[in-house]
């Protein structure tokens, strides 16, 4: 089992930066793929970005591709996700999650563990 803590949410204006950090403790970090979801009051979760084990592959959703950085640090047991550009529309509450063995899909189905979220508000 794994457990994941996200950091890094806040308030910013339209065209700012965030950076949001995931630690995870318990089980081998490194034999896990990450994603970052999100989830817009009223909507359902959909998928940001992913990773894999090692890093050398990311996924984007096309609404975030371009402005967001999906990276990850083996060694600190920690995936980040590097916000540029934001746009109101993402404000939304940000999750991490963890896929065991997993290839860094955009299913949520597919991730076991997941963290208590922070909230990204972007105002215009």
């Known amino acids: 089992q794994v457990q994941l803590v996200e950091s890094g949410g806040g308030a910013v204006q339209a065209g700012g930066s965030l950076s949001l950090s995931c630690a995870a403790s318990?089980?081998?970090?490194?034999?896990?793929?990450m994603g970052w979801f999100r989830q817009a009051p009223g909507k359902e979760r959909e998928f940001v970005s992913a990773?894999?084990?090692?890093?050398?592959?990311?996924n984007y959703a096309n609404s975030v591709k371009g402005r967001f950085t999906i990276s990850r640090d083996n060694a600190k047991n920690t995936v980040y996700l590097q916000m540029n550009s934001l746009k109101p529309e993402d404000t939304a509450v940000y999750y991490c999650a963890a896929d065991w063995y997993g290839s860094g899909t955009i299913r949520i189905s597919d991730y076991e563990y997941w963290g208590q979220g922070t909230q990204v508000t972007v105002s215009s």
């Open positions: 990773i894999n084990w090692s890093g050398g592959i990311s």
């Open positions: 318990g089980r081998t970090f490194s034999l896990y793929a």
